[in-house]
Nanobody, 121 residues
C-alpha cells in the first residue's frame, strides 16, 4: 500500500511562516504530480499549489509570492513553505500525490490525513 504522512502544521501569527512536509511511503514505482490543497470550515477544498515530476509549479492566485512548493524525489516528499501568512490561510492542509504502485499499470491519487494551519490576526 501507499501512505502519505503530513507534518508541520500549527498555530502562527499573521506574517509568520510554516513549513509543511508530506512523505509518501509504501510500494511506490513512480510519483507524478504532487500538490497541496486546503479546506477551511464551511468551504470547499481548494488547490493551493502543484509541482510536477519535473518540478514545474503552479499556485493559486491567493498564495502566489508567499508560498513555495518543492519536492525531494529521492525522499518521495513534497514541501510547502508558507511565508507571510494571513488569517485567511487558516485551513486544514492536505497533500496529494499521483502515484504508480509497483506492479500496477494505472495511476491513482492518494491523500494525506490533513494538518491544521491556524493563523491568528
Amino acid at each position: 500500500q501507499v501512505q502519505l504522512v503530513e507534518s508541520g502544521g500549527g498555530l502562527v501569527q499573521a506574517g509568520g511562516s510554516l513549513r509543511l512536509s508530506c512523505a509518501a511511503s509504501g510500494s511506490i514505482f513512480s510519483i507524478n504530480d504532487m500538490g497541496w490543497y486546503r479546506q477551511a470550515p464551511g468551504k470547499q477544498r481548494e488547490l493551493v499549489a502543484i509541482i510536477t515530476s519535473g518540478k514545474s509549479t503552479n499556485y493559486a492566485d491567493s498564495v502566489k509570492g508567499r508560498f513555495t512548493i518543492s519536492r525531494d524525489n529521492d525522499k518521495n516528499t513534497v514541501y510547502l513553505q508558507m511565508d507571510s501568512l494571513k488569517p485567511e490561510d487558516t485551513a486544514v492542509y492536505f497533500c496529494n500525490a499521483r502515484i504508480l504502485r509497483r506492479g500496477s499499470i494505472s495511476w491513482r491519487d492518494y491523500w494525506g490525513q490533513g494538518t491544521q494551519v491556524t493563523v491568528s490576526s
